[in-house]
């Protein structure tokens, strides 16, 4: 009898366990999700750590939702599972939309996914810089200097400026497209 005292003062409105051990796993990801966003920001932030620490939240929160959802569903409160399963719906209609419009942007837009072939590495070769002399150069971080190298960030037109200005060159010769490319 003293349990169901005490769960009764926890729970006044009758509220499940599992209801409420959903909502502080979700919130508890999201809240983590939100801090490291907030305590992620660096002194010098250029537009790839930034869009790096946005996708990090943005991803967190879905993960919380989808959480969420998959323990409400498994919940017995009856009355509130339509709720649920309409959210689960929701959260698969985002991802999926998400998806569809990254390969319509690819299709549709094929000159936007082109590869851009870099001669940074060998550039700095020539002038004897590390990627962090050169990131201190342009005003960006390291780690957005090796993703541009490693070909998985390709920079912003501003950047490719610095970039080539610092190197005494143009643009062009060292970002380039492929050729399989400009015949598209």
């Keep these: 009898m003293a349990t169901k005292d005490k769960e009764s003062e926890l729970f006044p409105c009758m ?3 599992i209801i409420c051990n959903a909502t502080w796993v979700s919130l508890s990801f999201s809240f983590a999700g939100f801090l490291l966003y907030m305590f992620s ?3 010098v932030e250029d537009e790839f750590i930034e869009r790096l620490r946005y996708m ?7 993960l919380t939702w989808l959480i969420a959802s998959v323990l409400f569903l498994t919940s017995d409160e009856l009355q509130l599972r339509g709720f649920y399963i309409l959210q689960f719906q929701l959260f698969l209609y985002v991802v999926i939309y998400n998806y569809y419009k990254k390969w319509k942007f690819m299709v549709a837009y094929p000159f936007k996914a082109c590869v851009v072939k870099n001669l940074l590495k060998v550039e700095r ?3 004897n810089l ?5 990131a201190k150069l342009v005003f960006v971080s390291r780690q957005t200097i090796n993703a541009i190298e490693s070909g998985k960030y390709v920079p912003s037109s501003v950047l490719a400026l610095k970039i080539a200005q610092v190197f005494e060159t143009s643009v062009n010769e060292i970002f380039e497209l492929e050729e399989s490319d400009w015949a598209k």
């Design 15 to 17: 509220v499940p366990a």
């Design 125 to 127: 070769a020539k002038k």
């Design 130 to 134: 590390t990627q962090a002399d050169l």
């Design 56 to 62: 990090s939240l943005a991803k967190s929160l879905l």
């Design 41 to 43: 920001k660096e002194k």
